[in-house]
C-alpha cells in the first residue's frame, strides 16, 4: 500500500502565497508523474499542475505564472508553491501519484486532500 500525505492548506488573503507538500511512503518501488488537483465546491476535479520524475512540468492555464510545481525524488515528495492567490483558486487541494509498487504493477494515489482558502 501507499500513503500519500498532504500539509501546508490554510486561510489566506488575496495576493498571498501558500506551499504545499505532499509526501509519498509506503510499499513504493518508483513514481511517475506527481501531481495535484483541486475540487471547488459545486464543480469537478481539475489538474492544476503536475511533474514527471526527469522534472518536465504542466500548469493549469488558470495558475501558469502563479504556480510553481517541483518534486524531491529522494524523498518521494511534491510541492505546490502558490503565489498571487486569487478567491477562485479557494478549493480542496488533492495529491496524485503514479506509483509503481513492483515491475509489474503500478496504480493512481491519492491524498485525502487539504482545503485552501482565499478569503479577505
Known amino acids: 500500500q501507499v500513503q500519500l500525505v498532504e500539509s501546508g492548506g490554510g486561510l489566506v488573503q488575496p495576493g498571498g502565497s501558500l506551499r504545499l507538500s505532499c509526501a509519498a511512503s509506503g510499499s513504493i518501488f518508483s513514481i511517475n508523474a506527481m501531481g495535484w488537483y483541486r475540487q471547488a465546491p459545486g464543480k469537478e476535479r481539475e489538474l492544476v499542475a503536475a511533474?514527471?520524475?526527469?522534472?518536465?512540468?504542466t500548469y493549469a492555464n488558470s495558475v501558469k505564472d502563479r504556480f510553481i510545481i517541483s518534486r524531491d525524488n529522494a524523498k518521494n515528495t511534491v510541492y505546490l508553491q502558490m503565489n498571487s492567490l486569487k478567491p477562485e483558486d479557494t478549493a480542496v487541494y488533492y495529491c496524485?501519484?503514479?506509483?509503481?509498487?513492483?515491475?509489474?504493477?503500478?496504480?493512481?494515489?491519492w491524498g485525502q486532500g487539504t482545503q485552501v482558502t482565499v478569503s479577505s
Open positions: 511533474i514527471t520524475s526527469g522534472g518536465s512540468t
Open positions: 496524485n501519484a503514479e506509483t509503481r509498487t513492483s515491475v509489474w504493477t503500478q496504480n493512481n494515489y
